[in-house]
């Protein structure tokens, strides 16, 4: 942490006679951290003087120190790069074709960098039900393949992907995402790049209507709460409670060729937790019929012949029902559509979602999608299409071991 180091000049009446006065200047030293500040447009910045923000290319943007400094902030677009702390990479008149803005670490210490999509609308993924072709498992058009798939699901428009990170790769991304983060393993002196690739024609029409705004913290490596390794995202709070969704929740269809696996804090004094689907339409992923099936031996996979459609899915670790005594065994993969999260081996009424609970650490749910939709999970008629998974949690002390 630096400081700035300021004279100011005060000016003293003294007296030594009664009708004479003297003019004194002292000067005194004025000292304040280039510490975290939030700005006038609820930013996050950085306390710097007026001139050295100026110089560093920062926006001054309400005072902070007592006034002796102003917040301020960076941002930066494409074709650029930077170095600062708590910057924004932000659409500015985006152009179609590619747009790469490059953060590096700010210090050799740093280890994971987190960005923030205050801001993120681009064109969502196809939602085409025209069949491009069949599959078998998960090979298009392989010998013996039968199951007439599309290209829905694919960010076939625009996308956004991430360079750089040194453990599990980010998954490409589109659609609405704000709100949504993810976490970058970081090497050493190796930056981060990130690229939005822009269509011409798509779901969202005019160049206008993208806009995005990703806020990028880094993280030294003796941070004490660094996101556990594999983890894309890293969700905490102090009550133990939240809400978690798979990327383009909110533009209602999940993405091709995810492998997101979201995590979770345990917060002091919790050994499990818990997920269910507040609403059956919560839970989407892919699944035999409207009313779902699911069986966990036929998620995450295309079953023995494979021709099924049970790919896309949820798997949680450790799985347990609501009691915490009763294992699920092989029940920790959860698909199916209009159901909620549920945890059976035959076909569910509407309104059947159940709460999933896991002892295993650290807490995560990890989404899988394979490459493309069948024509089933497109059509509306038929449940389609599939938005994925949005799941509330709590944390409990049900069960956990306790010492004197």
Not at 359 to 375: C, G, H, K
Request: with cysteine; glycine share 10%; net charge neutral.
């Amino acid at each position: 942490m630096k400081w700035i180091y300021l004279l100011v000049n005060v000016f003293l009446l003294a007296s030594s006679e009664p009708r004479q006065k003297r003019i004194f200047n002292v000067f005194n030293l004025v000292t304040f951290q280039n510490g975290p500040c939030v700005s006038q447009d609820s930013k996050n910045g950085t306390c710097y003087t007026a001139e050295q923000c100026t110089e560093l290319n920062g926006k001054s943007s309400g005072p902070c120190a007592q006034g002796y400094g102003v917040c301020c902030v960076f941002s930066f677009g494409c074709g650029q790069q930077t170095a600062q702390n708590n910057t924004y990479f932000e659409s500015n008149a985006p152009t179609t074709g590619d747009c790469m803005a490059t953060v590096c670490p700010s210090s050799n210490d740093i280890c994971q960098m987190r960005l923030d999509f205050n801001q993120f609308v681009i064109t969502g993924p196809s939602t085409s039900s025209i069949s491009t072709g069949t599959q078998i498992y998960g090979l298009v058009n392989a010998l013996g393949s039968t199951l007439a798939i599309s290209r829905a699901s694919q960010c076939l428009t625009d996308s956004f992907s991430i360079l750089g990170s040194s453990s599990t790769p980010i998954p490409v991304i589109c659609g609405t995402n704000k709100g949504q983060h993810v976490y970058v393993e970081v090497e050493p002196q190796t930056c981060v790049q990130m690229m939005m690739s822009l269509g011409s024609t798509g779901i969202v029409t005019t160049l206008a209507q993208r806009r995005w705004s990703i806020k990028t913290t880094q993280y030294a490596c003796n941070y004490p709460n660094l996101a556990p390794k594999g983890c894309t995202q890293y969700h905490f709070s102090l009550i133990g409670t939240g809400t978690v969704q798979t990327f383009n929740f909110d533009g209602g269809q999940h993405l091709a060729s995810q492998d997101h696996t979201i995590c979770v804090r345990r917060e002091n004094g919790n050994c499990r937790i818990c997920w269910t689907a507040a609403s059956v339409s919560d839970f989407m992923t892919s699944g035999m019929s409207q009313k779902g099936y699911a069986k966990s031996s036929e998620c995450c996979g295309y079953g023995a012949t494979g021709a099924g459609t049970n790919f896309d899915c949820v798997q949680i670790p450790g799985a347990l029902d609501q009691t915490m005594t009763s294992n699920l065994g092989a029940f920790t993969q959860f698909c199916g559509r209009s159901v909620g999260l549920v945890a059976a081996s035959s076909a569910l009424t509407v309104g059947a979602s159940k709460t999933i609970c896991s002892d295993r650490m650290p807490f995560q749910v990890r989404f899988l999608s394979d490459a493309f939709e069948n024509e089933d999970e497109i059509d509306p008629t038929k449940g389609g299409p599939n938005a994925g998974a949005k799941l509330t949690y709590f944390q409990t002390n049900k069960g956990c071991r306790t010492t004197r």
